[in-house]
């Protein structure tokens, strides 16, 4: 039988899936189909949950998968079934939390063995094709589990019970409610505080992760309190992950991590929600404290992912960039060595930029250890002294280097860009767009997500049915497959995209965002919200649920990217604070009791979490600016500059004051105020709990007024 007939993944609509179509293992995708070939043959499943971006996942398929000895073990005795991880992220997390049971960890690639009903009964993460580093060999594994599933079959079915009620305790929060308090907050912002790394910045050793919700939360703390420990904590981490090498100090954008505590050395691969997230971090930080570094990486972090992760004829954010251009590459495309640098620069900008970006005979990588990862060493006053130069000297030395080595580095294999379109991704590439654009006044910044947002409404969206798609285009998708999968919207489709048209109305005025805002939380409510036990479910109930998937799962941790049920609270208390229907607090507030007997267990990881607490906690501040002069200018900026969870700002025209344009609970107060019905001159209106304070027309004085506590 030849490999394409054995192979199904040719006609995938994802690019991580069909990249294995060439193994030599009979490969089916998740569905109905590698169930029913397990039943009818009685053979385990392998579950293999990867994804484009990961470079174990690549050096997996490479060492084992395209190797003919471990394809005839796995065709022998598995039906083999391959999942990308970003496509199907309510099956990934699933078979996390049951290897996570199993064996303690987890991660990609995902190694899961199930039976022919999808129930999990041993896993891993990465197996070696030789025994190797404490872990046995991957051929080792497949015949032992084989054997086992034969002979021991009874086993195999009590270990499958098991792992499967763990799992089904692990996602249940049923009895573990407890009251809304502000002790949440400060116990979560301690806990980060307790792990915070005073030397080089974040949370916890190595290897260490960027944690956006927690930084986010502790800027929210700190604009309130102005709490020196937690400004100290913030500053100190994103002014030390900026001059890191997990920052990509030629195009801009961050790495997905640093294996080392210094974040000098990431794994490579480029997220586009780690960036949206980090992006949202120093806008936020720019705000809290004026530090010029923080709308410096603001920019930049929009730079690249303009450059390299926007569809700039059709609108929306592509999904990732590999860490790797070839299976033998490990961060060459991103690391120099001293040769390579000396042969793009002149004299005087090596010496400075090797000093600077740390460039020298001996670099980090270990595979080749010529390579240096570029990370700022040396400040510019600091240099200038030691070459006796002025500091302007220095700087233009370095930015001339800096443009020619990312010139030179353009003309190597670039990694792969994922150009896969995730709804949920990509509204939160929109919001973190929109509160740049906001604070900065990158006008082209706004215009791109708003046009970003347009296709997600326009392609994603059926109003109609009320449906989001999960993905709404694949990258380089096969004949028959365009215009997106068939995956369902899951929660955080919802959560994300009605939060990015909340900003997106809040951005433009334009009613429709807010009511496309409505309309897709209206439908999260009625496909995910369990009225019984209170929070919402990550996916909608199917009485065709494969596998793990029959266990309703209930997402609650910041991991990567910000909670569902956190972001879908927050959605909640946002429309109520506009609408001023009860029945949106109503459900925030039972979502956040769902978990606030057990947030404190979970650390930073609640940090979302705790945004949602903060923001029940206090009253919706709106801010409206009404006129179209300079005078309105400077107000929209007085009212913008300072940070506040609980914030909108919004700029209308004259004209734009009626109340069919306008949510209810503005539309009750705005139109009917004096100063706003008979428009004489530009103006800002403060309002909080359907009440609203007399007019100010004076930028510095609305400063004033939003200082007060």
């Known amino acids: ?241 900026a001059r890191g090498g997990v920052y990509d100090q030629l195009a801009g954008g961050f790495h997905r991590y640093s294996v080392d505590e210094r974040w000098v050395v990431p794994h490579f691969e480029k997220m586009s929600y780690d960036n949206s997230e980090l992006l949202k971090n120093y806008v936020h930080a720019w705000q809290a404290t004026a530090e010029p570094l923080f709308a410096e990486v603001t920019r930049d972090i929009i730079r690249w992912m303009d450059e390299c992760l926007s569809d700039r004829d059709h609108g929306g954010f592509y999904a990732s960039q590999d860490a790797d251009s070839s299976p033998h590459d490990d961060g060459d495309y991103f690391t120099w060595t001293l040769a390579e640098a000396r042969e793009v620069l002149t004299e005087d900008e090596l010496r400075v930029a090797s000093l600077y970006y740390d460039i020298a005979e001996v670099g980090e990588m270990h595979h080749d250890p010529a390579r240096n990862v570029l990370h700022v060493r040396a400040e510019i006053p600091e240099i200038a002294v030691r070459f006796g130069m002025r500091n302007e ?109 909340l900003d997106a109305w809040e951005a433009t005025a334009d009613f429709s965002y807010f009511k496309f805002a409505r309309a897709i939380a209206d439908q999260m409510i009625a496909r995910f919200f369990d009225a019984t036990s209170g929070a919402f479910y990550d996916s909608e109930p199917s009485n065709a649920a494969l596998g793990a998937l029959i266990t309703r799962r209930k997402p609650f941790q910041d991991s990567p990217t910000p909670s569902g049920n956190s972001a879908a609270a927050i959605v909640l208390l946002r429309l109520h604070a506009l609408t001023n229907e009860s029945s949106y607090r109503d459900r925030a507030e039972l979502t956040i009791e769902t978990f606030a007997g057990v947030a404190s267990q979970f650390s930073i990881f609640a940090s979302t979490f705790a945004i949602a607490v903060l923001m029940h906690s206090q009253p919706h501040t709106q801010i409206s600016i009404v006129g179209t002069d300079s005078v309105a200018d400077s107000l929209y900026a007085a009212a913008v500059a300072p940070l506040a969870p609980n914030k909108t700002v919004l700029r209308l025209t004259p004209n734009e004051v009626v109340a069919p344009m306008l949510p209810r609970a503005l539309a009750e107060t705005l139109p009917n105020l004096p100063a706003v019905r008979e428009f004489k001159k530009s103006l800002a209106v403060i309002c909080s709990n359907l009440t609203c304070q007399p007019p100010v027309f004076d930028a510095n004085q609305l400063a004033a007024e939003l200082r007060k506590p």
């Open 393 to 501: 000297q220095v700087e233009a030395l370095l930015l001339s280097a800096k443009k020619k080595m990312y010139a030179a580095r353009l003309k190597r294999q670039t990694p792969y860009v994922d150009k896969t379109v995730y709804v949920n991704w990509n509204a939160l590439c929109v919001s973190a767009y929109l509160v740049a654009a906001r604070v900065l006044q990158l006008d082209e910044a706004k215009k791109f997500a708003l046009r970003s947002l347009d296709r997600i409404l326009a392609e994603g969206w059926d109003p109609n049915g009320g449906v989001l798609k999960h993905v709404i285009a694949y990258s380089e998708e096969p004949a028959g497959r365009m215009g997106g999968g068939a995956v369902a919207g899951l929660l955080d489709d919802y959560a994300f995209t009605a939060l990015a048209c």
């Open 1 to 241: 039988m030849s490999t394409a007939a054995q192979n199904q993944l040719g006609q995938a609509a994802s690019s991580y899936l069909r990249s294995a179509a060439h193994q030599p293992i009979q490969w089916f995708e998740w569905g109905e189909a590698a169930f029913q070939a397990a039943k009818e043959q009685n053979k385990p499943i392998l579950l293999d949950v990867g994804a484009v971006w990961c470079h174990w996942c690549h050096v997996m398929d490479r060492e084992s998968y395209e190797d003919a000895e471990v394809a005839r073990i796995v065709n022998e005795n598995f039906v083999a079934v391959k999942v990308d991880r970003d496509e199907r992220p309510e099956v990934d997390s699933r078979y996390q939390a049951a290897v996570q049971a199993i064996s303690g960890q987890g991660g990609w690639p995902l190694t899961v063995f199930l039976t022919p009903d999808g129930r999990p009964f041993f896993g891993g993460t990465y197996f070696p094709p030789e025994e190797h580093w404490g872990r046995p060999s991957f051929k080792r594994v497949l015949l032992s589990i084989a054997q086992a599933y034969r002979e021991r079959h009874g086993d195999v079915a009590e270990s499958a019970d098991a792992v499967m009620a763990a799992l089904a305790q692990a996602e249940s929060f049923a009895g573990r409610s407890g009251e809304i308090s502000t002790r949440i907050i400060d116990q979560v912002v301690e806990s980060a505080l307790n792990m915070f790394d005073p030397q080089n910045g974040g949370f916890g050793s190595a290897p260490k992760f960027p944690h956006p919700s927690t930084v986010d939360l502790l800027l929210y703390r700190y604009a309130q309190t102005g709490d020196q420990r937690i400004r100290n904590c913030v500053v100190t981490t994103l002014t030390k992950m």
